[in-house]
């Protein structure tokens, strides 16, 4: 499958070998990094230990996530011992969509289940009519099918904020210098047509967090196929899941095939349907992506029931950090439709004051609410 | 050219940067392979500080390009310069230089390299000087993809082309180093063409060694026991970890106002210089000055 490179040198076999044990890893590694790997190695010495592990980590880790993965790998190709059985991190989970009964603080929404039977038997509404509008818990198999193709036709637009480009205008008030130039050739030197420009206009990011615990389950593998939405049509989109950790699945949802974008995500994402740790989670996004640029200026998007296991004050403490480097924060609550509901749940009181916009998210009008949401900011 | 990493290491120190062992034999690769270096890391751990003792070492010119959201070619490669075309034209005019010009060959005189505005990229690569340059792209996860995209190719082929003049390439490829605080993914192509290192906080004897060259006033029971509050530091869940050059600063603070030791008092005025939010200064009282200062001490008289 992947091209194989003919090992010779005693560098080249070691390359070769290693980056062999790498790939059964896990590692992506690309037949270019190992080739500048046997680069390297032949400036180095072979038999130092240190010299060859930093010249692989130099030419075939990318990422420092990866570099636990590597030093494991290495390890056994040096030492040529085998440690334990690589965890499955990496195995596909599959992922149900069995609304078990969640026994604990009554999540369940027994109201809704009722309300939509109904329309199915005054049936007056298109299919579609009334797949727009009844909770993703209730769906079946097939209707979910349907709902993602409805999905994939919601457009992102968001607001644009100024950018540093600028663009031919006739309204603007700065001269368009090169413009200008090539009109003067044509009138003897003299710049009688004067053009101006203005700043040009860019996208905002948009963040997507999407909670992937127990309390989710119905309602996750819609709302991750809104992401996916989201993703694939939009340019500067961000995708994480959020449970008992944090997973981003920006680049696994790129791919264009909304059933192997969604098979990809879920492989990533270890803690499906385990616990909820909103804060920690909020907290790891923050540190490690968020306050360091990913949502200064963005749209932050966060899609969760707001039941959490951990301390509410910590929920409530990353919040706001988050409020106040992003432009806008939504949070997306599948239960808010239920008759009644008060954000009860402790994790969603103590995020509330630093929430802008919140808004249901149970069904595809709710989704459909939601992209306007995120388009309408542009004022 | 060095001849091992262990080269790069002494070179490098003696220039005023301590380097791990990751980072000697990766700016050794760099340089013998001439391929950019990547060093991504947290904000202050001294990616950029790398780019300058680089220059300091190898006398090669130190040419800097400070991405940003927007960046283009006008900004980071070359630029003309429109209003000396717009005089040159008039004065092609009044001397009536122009009469018996055609509109090409006038363009042809007005899109001469004399008006041609060198940026950093294209400077780096147009570089006649003897010692190749160091071109520091600092913060390259601030630009945009497309930005990206035409890195990738001018780090490939190390030549530029401007549509009016022609191609410019390089006698010989400048060192890159590109640096990242990983605020989104750089491009998996961008990586691919560089080499990668992560670069970490040091360790205590490293960060004790960088204080004690950086701030020789500071005495050294003075620079252990900032180097040991600071790992206390760096151990309390804070949203923003002191980096080394809050190490440093710290200690330049503390030398500044004749400090020879750390005490309750001083740590608490000085806080600000190594924590620069107001809730990890809290999280930091909370966990008590003069258990920091404690630690420190411990620290601080351990033999090495």
Redesign the interface.
């Known amino acids: 499958m992947s091209p194989t490179l003919e090992a010779h040198t005693p560098a080249e076999r070691m390359a070769v070998a290693f980056a062999r044990v790498l790939r059964g890893a896990g590692l992506r590694v690309p037949l270019g990094s190992v080739l500048a790997f046997v680069d390297a190695l032949g400036r180095l010495r072979l038999d130092q230990r240190d010299q060859v592990y930093w010249a692989g980590r130099a030419t075939m880790v990318r990422n420092p996530e990866d570099i636990p993965l590597y030093d494991r790998s290495f390890q056994v190709f040096w030492l040529a011992v085998t440690t334990g059985p690589e965890e499955p991190a990496e195995e596909p989970l599959h992922i149900t969509l069995a609304i078990d009964d969640e026994g604990d603080e009554g999540d369940s929404d027994p109201g809704s289940a009722d309300a939509s039977e109904e329309p199915q038997i005054t049936l007056r509404f298109s299919a579609m009519e009334v797949l727009r509008h009844k909770d993703f818990a209730n769906y079946s198999t097939d209707e979910l099918r349907d709902a993602q193709q409805l999905m994939t036709r919601l457009r992102f637009i968001g607001p644009p904020r100024r950018s540093f480009r600028h663009r031919s205008s006739r309204r603007g008030r700065r001269p368009d210098l090169p413009a200008t130039l090539r009109s003067a050739l044509r009138t003897g030197g003299e710049p009688i047509n004067r053009h101006w420009q203005e700043s040009g206009e860019r996208l905002r990011r948009l963040v997507l967090l999407v909670d992937v615990s127990g309390s989710m389950e119905p309602y996750a593998r819609a709302l991750l196929r809104f992401v996916h939405a989201a993703v694939s049509g939009r340019q500067k989109v961000e995708a994480f899941a959020i449970g008992t950790r944090l997973t981003r699945v920006t680049r696994e949802l790129n791919s264009r095939d909304p059933d192997k974008a969604l098979a990809q995500a879920g492989s990533r994402v270890v803690d499906w349907s385990g616990g909820t740790r909103l804060g920690e989670s909020l907290r790891t996004f923050n540190d490690q992506w968020g306050v360091r640029g990913m949502a200064r200026g963005a749209i932050v998007v966060v899609l969760s029931d707001g039941w959490d296991r951990g301390d509410p004050a910590v929920l409530g403490a990353e919040m706001q950090r988050l409020q106040r480097i992003a432009y806008h924060v939504i949070w997306v609550n599948p239960l808010k439709v239920t008759p009644g509901y008060a954000p009860l749940a402790r994790g969603m009181a103590a995020a509330l004051p630093y929430v802008d916009s919140f808004v249901e998210g149970h069904s595809m009008a709710a989704m459909e609410e939601l992209a306007a949401v995120i388009a309408k900011e542009r004022q | 050219m060095p001849a091992?990493?262990d080269d790069v290491h002494e070179a490098l120190s003696l220039y005023g940067y301590i380097p791990d062992?990751?980072l000697a034999?990766?700016v050794?690769?760099s340089m013998?392979?001439q391929?950019p270096l990547l060093l991504?890391g947290e904000?202050g751990v001294g990616k950029t500080e790398v780019a300058k003792v680089l220059s300091r070492w190898t006398g090669g010119e130190l040419i800097r390009l400070q991405c940003?959201?927007?960046?283009?070619v006008s900004?980071a490669v070359y630029d003309?310069d429109?209003?000396r075309?717009?005089l040159h034209?008039?004065a092609?005019?009044a001397t009536g230089e122009?009469l018996g010009l055609t509109?090409s060959a006038?363009?042809q005189q007005?899109y001469h390299e004399r008006f041609l505005l060198k940026r950093a990229l294209l400077k780096a690569i147009d570089h006649h000087h003897e010692l190749p340059p160091v071109l520091l792209i600092d913060e390259i996860?601030?630009a945009d993809?497309e930005f990206e995209a035409y890195l990738l190719e001018v780090l490939s082929e190390y030549q530029i082309t401007v549509p009016e003049l022609g191609r410019f390439a390089a006698a010989r490829p400048p060192l890159v180093v590109l640096t990242s605080?990983?605020?989104?993914?750089v491009h998996?192509a961008l990586?691919?063409r560089c080499?990668?290192?992560?670069v970490e906080h040091p360790d205590f004897e490293r960060e004790v060694r960088i204080v004690r060259m950086r701030v020789p006033q500071a005495l050294d029971r003075l620079a252990r026991q900032v180097a040991g509050a600071v790992e206390t530091l760096r151990g309390l869940n804070l949203?923003k970890p002191p980096g080394v050059a809050e190490t440093i600063d710290w200690a330049q603070a503390l030398a500044a106002m004749g400090v020879n030791e750390l005490d309750e008092r001083t740590v608490n005025a000085t806080l600000g210089t190594v924590l620069k939010y107001r809730?990890d200064q809290e999280r930091t009282r909370q966990h008590g000055i003069a258990d920091l200062v404690k630690q420190a001490f411990d620290r601080g008289f351990q033999p090495s």
Do not use: C, M
């Open positions: 091992t990493p062992e990751g034999t990766s050794f690769l013998v392979l391929r991504e904000a940003y959201e927007g960046i283009d900004q003309w429109y209003s075309q717009l034209l008039r092609a005019e122009s509109t006038l363009e007005l996860d601030r993809d605080n990983r605020t989104r993914d998996d990586k691919r080499l990668y290192h992560w949203y809730e």
